[in-house]
T-cell receptor
Framework: AQKITQTQPGMFVQEKEAVTLDCTYD???????LFWYKQPSSGEMIFLIY??????QNATEGRYSLNFQKARKSANLVISASQLGDSAMYFC????????????????FGAGTRLAVHP | KAGVTQTPRYLIKTRGQQVTLSCSPI?????VSWYQQTPGQGLQFLFE???????NKGNFPGRFSGRQFSNSRSEMNVSTLELGDSALYLC?????????????FGSGTQLSVL
């Protein structure tokens, strides 16, 4: 069964430093998508970055990059130059790739990592 | 381009009542999915709609239902509310729900059942 594991319940980082949030996944599919979302205390789920299983390059979106190691089934999020506004919950999620057997937008989420950025 | 819009933002209901939540996807997006978020269970998939048809359903009782209109707007309904239905309900949209598409969420509806 598909599963997402985020082993860090909480992380601290100093402002302007880089931080890596860990995510490992388990799937038997060859085609799948991996997501990272940020959820501030307001509750909205903000899309950060997406990596497809067949993408050869690691995805980047501004200060966010995804360290995709397919053989190790890991998809770590790297935030460069942390800002105070980065303090939030961060969720890793996976979408099944079997679009013809009902996968579609059924995402499996990890438990999340709470990031605190200190000045 | 407007994002995913969910209304209302907050709801307070009592046990036994029913509730309807609304979601307007990003313009051009035809796939709408719903998720429930609770402190105990985390984020769980409820169902997904595409072209007014439910394509996938999570493991929730029949009290949870939904529908999608021709303009891709979606509603979800919870009947006979229970205390355990208190949660943040999130709606998400993408173009077609294919593997390589990004998925965008709304701000959610916070439901409290008293």
């Amino acid at each position: 069964a598909q599963k997402i594991t985020q082993t860090q319940p909480g992380m601290f980082v100093q402002e302007k430093e880089a931080v890596t949030l860990d995510c490992t996944y388990d799937t038997s599919d060859q085609s799948y998508g991996l997501f990272w979302y940020k959820q501030p205390s307001s509750g909205e789920m903000i899309f950060l970055i997406y990596q497809g299983s067949y993408d050869e390059q690691n995805a980047t979106e501004g200060r966010y990059s995804l360290n995709f190691q397919k053989a190790r089934k890991s998809a770590n999020l790297v935030i460069s130059a942390s800002q105070l506004g980065d303090s939030a919950m961060y969720f890793c999620a996976m979408r099944e790739g079997r679009q013809f057997s009902g996968g579609y937008n059924k995402l499996i989420f990890g438990a999340g990592t709470r990031l605190a950025v200190h000045p | 381009k407007a994002g995913v819009t969910q209304t209302p933002r907050y709801l307070i209901k009592t046990r036994g009542q029913q509730v309807t939540l609304s979601c307007s996807p990003i313009s051009g997006h035809r796939s709408v999915s719903w998720y429930q978020q609770t402190p105990g269970q985390g984020l769980q998939f409820l169902f997904e709609y595409f072209s007014e048809t439910q394509r996938n359903k999570g493991n929730f009782p029949g009290r949870f239902s939904g529908r999608q209109f021709s303009n891709s707007r979606s509603e979800m309904n919870v009947s006979t509310l229970e205390l355990g239905d208190s949660a943040l309900y999130l709606c998400a949209s993408s173009f077609q729900g294919r593997t390589n598409e990004k998925l965008f969420f709304g701000s959610g509806t916070q439901l409290s059942v008293l």
